[in-house]
Nanobody, 119 residues
Framework: QVQLVESGGGLVQPGGSLRLSCATSGFAFRNYAMAWYRQAPGKERESVATIGPSDGSTDYADSVKGRFTISRDNTKNTVYLRMVGLRPEDTAMYYC????????????WGQGTQVTVSS
């Protein structure tokens, strides 16, 4: 079955950096667009970054452009989110997501990894 397992979250000071990883299994990873979403307490889940399946095209929320970088390694079936210049407002649970085969609609989610930005 499809599995998405996030790791790499933690507590970091403002201005710090983290790299999140999402290890996947149970599907042909290279054929699917992937994404990172986040959800802060009391807020709706929001898209942070997406990456296409083959050409690696990317898209970012305005709030993270220039600070976050999504990437994928199709040999390891893993998608990453490199975050630099972290701000307190980046504090949230971060989720890895696999889209459906034919649209950018979320189909599967990981369990999430917590990112807390605080001094």
């Amino acid at each position: 079955q499809v599995q998405l397992v996030e790791s790499g979250g933690g507590l970091v000071q403002p201005g710090g950096s983290l790299r999140l990883s999402c290890a996947t299994s149970g599907f042909a990873f290279r054929n699917y667009a992937m994404a990172w979403y986040r959800q802060a307490p009391g807020k709706e889940r929001e898209s942070v970054a997406t990456i296409g399946p083959s050409d690696g095209s990317t898209d970012y929320a305005d709030s993270v452009k220039g600070r976050f970088t999504i990437s994928r390694d199709n040999t390891k079936n893993t998608v990453y989110l490199r975050m630099v210049g972290l701000r307190p407002e980046d504090t949230a649970m971060y989720y890895c997501c696999r889209f459906t085969p034919t649209s950018l609609a979320p189909a599967y989610w990981g369990q999430g990894t917590q990112v807390t930005v605080s001094s």
